[in-house]
């Protein structure tokens, strides 16, 4: 009751209305009625989209300290965001009234009316302790993930915002000739701050693992070898980013599934650590020989054990390893920058002209895009990678966001393709912010983008300032 009143009923009329307010900001006072547009209209904002439609994230302001909502003229986010779209959830706004960092609630495909709803039910059921167990109901609950390629792995769509408690599970399935099994288990929650951790499941034995926590920092299947001899190789490799995992499957000795399970309980702060290969000798009593039957009884025992910290997804440019010559960086720097801008063309739609076959990957080459908002008809950009070691860029795609790849993900391209003197890493991302949005990737030598402009009498395609980067 105590954080009811907190949060509504301040005395004051609705914003928009002459109404009492049903939910009111705990930092200046203002509320909104029970009227769902007023609710949505002082509290969230969205990814992208309308308000109307179900398409992308609505997002909303809590502060668990203050036990209540703020609203978006208190956040700051009522002409935009400090941050890209695909970070919101995870940039540390602070609450006005004490400072203690808010909670992004995060509303996968949702419209205003049923954003207003969850805002609603949060006050009365939201950070309660209750963990249940939400699973994901996609088509795409389970995919295979062949060999020599790299994925994402969102930590979504999830059907309602996490709880305290609450982690979206993500389950990386290893499967052998002899189909014996090994899991890798990812929990990422939300609370007070996001945060993953990583947990190894094999013949009902479990062990707490250390996940990656830098956008530098790469984990791979050898580091099982103290456990398991017969995956003592880089089989798998993982990094992680606020929003997902990137998961590559480096050989063809075992079958890969991923599988996103959903909400569930907070199960791993209850593991011990996994032995190291420093350890000479690993006793029955080492191992946490729990049957998922009876984890329930353990799941509650301590969610306040703090994972690894997530890692920023800052993507600037500039790879700020030990070695790197200042040319070096200024040629990321304009690589950077010319994605950024093809970004923000805001094309809605890309298909392939030419791509190279798997055989004929090398310095020579080319993999050519062209952008349109009706490709049928005419084409507004083109886009030229050139020496072209790897690409995984779909035929059709739409709603893009291209930016360099991580070091972290760079490190994984390469087991996976021969970088040639001076190859970059992109990492595109399909349906961008949406609950459709796909990870591809492509290493290249060059790249070269030309806008078409033109008048009545004639059209061209010329290079958009700055032209081209690439080196060799």
Known sequence: MGKKETSTG???????????????????????????????GLFATKRFGTDADQIGSKFAYHCANCRGFVCVDDVGVRGGYPCPTNRVEYYPFTCPACHHRLLVMRMDNVDAVEAAAEIRRYLTEGDTGVSQTVPYEGHDRVVTVEPGLLVQVPFGPRPRPLRFGEAWETVIRLRDADAEVVELVLEHSEHASPN??????????????????S??????????GAILPELSGRH????????????AHVDDRHTLEIERVGIRPIYSSTFPPAPSHSDTAHSDAAHSDI??????????????????PMPSTRREGVDPSPGRTSETARRREHLARILHELTELHIWDYT??????????????????????????????????????????????????????????????????????GSFAVRLLTEFGG??????????????????????????YRPIHPANVGWW
């Not at 509320?31 to 609710?39: K, L, N, P, Y």
């Not at 190279?356 to 050519?368: D, F, I, Q």
């Not at 952008?371 to 035929?395: A, K, N, Q």
């Open 10 to 40: 301040h005395g004051s009329t609705c914003s928009f209305c002459d109404s009492a307010p049903s939910v009111t900001c705990i930092a200046c006072s203002r509320g909104a009625c029970g009227d769902a547009w007023h609710i949505y």
């Open 196 to 213: 993953t951790k990583m947990y190894l499941r094999h013949r009902r034995r479990y062990y707490s693992l250390r996940a990656p926590n």
């Open 215 to 224: 956008e530098n920092d790469v984990w791979s299947s050898e580091q099982l």
């Open 236 to 247: 798998v490799t993982l990094s992680l980013e606020a929003e997902g995992a990137n998961v």
């Open 291 to 308: 049957a998922h039957s009876d984890i329930s009884d353990i799941a509650h025992l301590d969610t306040t054990c703090s994972g690894t």
């Open 352 to 421: 392939w002209l030419e791509a190279p076959p798997p055989e004929r990957m090398g310095s020579k080459a080319v993999l050519t895009l062209a952008g349109s908002t009706d490709l049928t008809y005419y084409h507004l950009v083109r886009v030229y990678f050139r020496g072209v070691r790897y690409h995984t860029i779909p035929r059709h795609f739409s709603h893009p966001f291209l930016a360099l790849a991580s070091p972290a993900e760079e490190a994984q391209l390469r087991d996976l393709a021969a970088f040639g003197r």
């Open 435 to 460: 609950r459709l949005q796909r990870g591809a990737y492509v290493v290249a030598d060059w790249i070269e983008v030309q806008r078409l402009e033109g008048d009545e009498e004639t059209t061209a």
